[in-house]
């Protein structure tokens, strides 16, 4: 599976973005996806899986209520809908891919590149 990010850029705080991650790949759509993120000088943290059939969503503490994620299968893309955004949230976002939720959200399989995303105060 080849993951290709896109959608990232400079936003005002308590703005939105969106993200796209499309994929490719006879089974892509049959895959787990998911968001991670990297801060400057931090570790790469998980933000948000999905199921391959969209039915469960997994999100982190410090995301929950601000960022939804979304897949549509017939075009092979998740998304990451960002709402309400702050500066703390400026990073790097990877999307990444693996065979079950538990392996999206900790281990992924696969990594895409990553989207610059800036939040500006």
């Known amino acids: 599976v080849q993951l290709q990010a896109s959608g990232g850029g400079l936003v005002q705080a308590g703005g939105s973005l969106r993200l796209s991650c499309a994929a490719s790949g006879r089974t892509a759509s049959s895959y787990a996806m998911g968001w991670f993120r990297q801060a400057p000088g931090k570790e790469r943290e998980f933000v948000a899986g999905?199921?391959?059939?969209?039915?469960?969503?997994r999100y982190a503490d410090s995301v929950k209520g601000r960022f939804t994620i979304s897949r549509d299968n017939a075009k092979n893309t998740v998304y990451l809908q960002m709402n309400s955004l702050k500066p703390e949230d400026t990073a790097v976002y990877y999307c990444?891919?693996?065979?079950?939720?538990?392996?999206?959200?900790?281990?992924?399989?696969?990594w895409g590149q990553g989207t610059l995303v800036t939040v500006s105060s």
């Open positions: 999905i199921m391959w059939s969209g039915s469960i969503t």
């Open positions: 990444a891919a693996g065979d079950r939720l538990l392996v999206v959200t900790t281990t992924p399989n696969y």
